[in-house]
């Protein structure tokens, strides 16, 4: 079977003061049997120096693995799609990170042009901020593709996330530290077609992650979609 992770950070984190360099994910993949990685920068890095966005994209092009993408910087420039990457990371734009949003961001006027062009690219952005702010965004998007991560552990509680997009048939979710349980009840409610398998290296580890997944009471064909095809179908790979 097939299997993408489909959200890992690669590089240097100036506020952890680690790395996680290309050998420690490809040792990970080959322990678990993952064929692709998506890789993004930390947030911190990329907040501290934006050229980390080119250094991910020279690394995926040496390391075929590799799946780049792109960390939206705070003044909501697009994924500049000419260059290659196929996804983009949103976190906790111009808030604080992992706990509370900033809601000025939404009145910013650049924010139409980055809704519009993300729709003209047409790439799917990992978009984690809380949840009344990832609802007000939603609700002024119409094809953008955007996946919620941790089911939304980070942003609140998962099921109230599942109860708010339910109905949002481009609001994905990926199941990086999230419980087994919560991931049935997601996949059940929404169908494995908006489920995406993802480790989020270094918070959590490839071979535990997977066989979360992998241990999952559903249907093969259903796993497939989670590992491997729903992030292929969203990127536009073959
Ligand atoms: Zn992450």
Redesign the pocket.
Known sequence: MEIIDS?T?WGPSVTMGIEVTTTELLRQAEQSGVGKIVIFPFPSQALADQAINAQVLAEANREHAFIPYYYIPEDLRPIPREKGFYGGKWHWTRGVQDASSNYQVLNDPRLRGFIEESEAINLPIIFEEELAFTDTFVGMTKTMKIII?HLGLLGGNPLDFLAVFKKREHVYFDT?LAGQETIVRFIKDIGAERVLFGS?IP?GTMKNELNKVLSLPIRDADKELILSKNVKRLIGFD
């Open positions: 959200h950070h991560p990086a989020d918070f």
